[in-house]
């Protein structure tokens, strides 16, 4: 926190989240299924901050826990996969692309769930067509990048950096603007909050001085949207992934200090 006067609503935030947890130990298993992997598909990439590869090609995210109203997206990458000549008899073959199993602990239940088991499709057209982006992973990959993009600014910033750091922010705050006006989602509550972070970053590098306070507030941005979780005090300020207990808690703890 910046000042005291910040303490109470910190303690309140943490409060609220630990009283709704509604999951434990939630982890996520990633691979491809032999069918794609026979016609080249792999995982590429997973942009979590707690993956770990268990095997080869499959992946495990740890989450952790869950708290009430709380949603996770976990972003991965794969590589398409080359329809072999048997499903080229289908103009349009949909070819399973990712195997992903959920696990977790149900703390109302008390009971462990899992592996609950989801496969991602991808149809694989025998043309040149292109797809129109999912626009909710449009919006996720975006958050990614945008999460990423400051934290590499505030690497840079650390070293000495700063105008390099400044460059970068403002590039890709340009190339945010313009991909997320093309998806037709300008208005969504988390881009106008990622715009809003990127402007305010760019704002504490201009001031012209690195130091702790603004590497925590450029952290606390990094790791907000990288953990898809509040971590801020409550200041009135709106923020996507505070849940309602975690906002209730925060402000009555706020209004006592006060």
């Given amino acids: 926190v910046k000042d005291n006067s910040h303490v109470f609503s910190a303690f309140g935030d943490a409060v609220g989240g ?17 069918e794609a992997a026979r016609c080249g598909s792999e995982i590429i990439a997973v942009h979590h901050e707690s993956k770990t590869e268990i ?15 709380e949603t996770r997206d976990v972003m991965f990458e794969v590589t398409l996969a080359s329809p072999n000549q048997s ?20 703390t109302i239940h008390h009971t462990h769930v899992g592996p609950v088991s ?24 975006l958050r990614v990048r945008t999460a990423n993009c400051i934290a590499q600014a505030e690497t ?49 590098l201009n001031e012209g001085a690195y130091n702790a306070y603004v590497e925590n507030d450029l952290g606390v941005r990094v790791r907000t949207h990288m953990s898809q979780r509040c971590s801020e005090p409550f200041t009135g300020k709106r923020n ?9 808690r925060a402000q009555a703890f706020h209004n006592k200090g006060n």
């Fill in 55 to 69: 095997a080869n090609g499959v992946w495990q995210v740890y989450i952790g826990d869950m708290y009430a109203e």
């Fill in 156 to 204: 840079l910033a650390k070293v000495g950096e700063l105008d390099k750091a400044k460059k970068e922010l403002e590039e890709w705050i340009e190339e945010f603007t313009r991909e997320s006006f093309e998806i037709g989602a300008t208005k969504e509550p988390l881009i106008e909050q990622l715009q809003s972070d990127l402007t305010e970053s760019l704002d504490l």
């Fill in 18 to 34: 630990i009283l709704s947890v509604v999951a434990h130990d939630v982890s996520l298993s990633i691979s491809v299924p032999v």
């Fill in 118 to 141: 989801s496969v991602a499709v991808i149809k694989r057209p025998n043309s040149q067509e292109l797809a129109w982006p999912n626009r909710e992973v449009a919006i996720h990959w």
């Fill in 87 to 106: 499903l080229l008899q289908d103009s349009t073959p949909a070819i399973p692309h990712a195997l992903v199993e959920l696990s977790y602990i149900d």
């Fill in 240 to 248: 996507v992934y505070r849940t309602g207990q975690k906002r209730f």
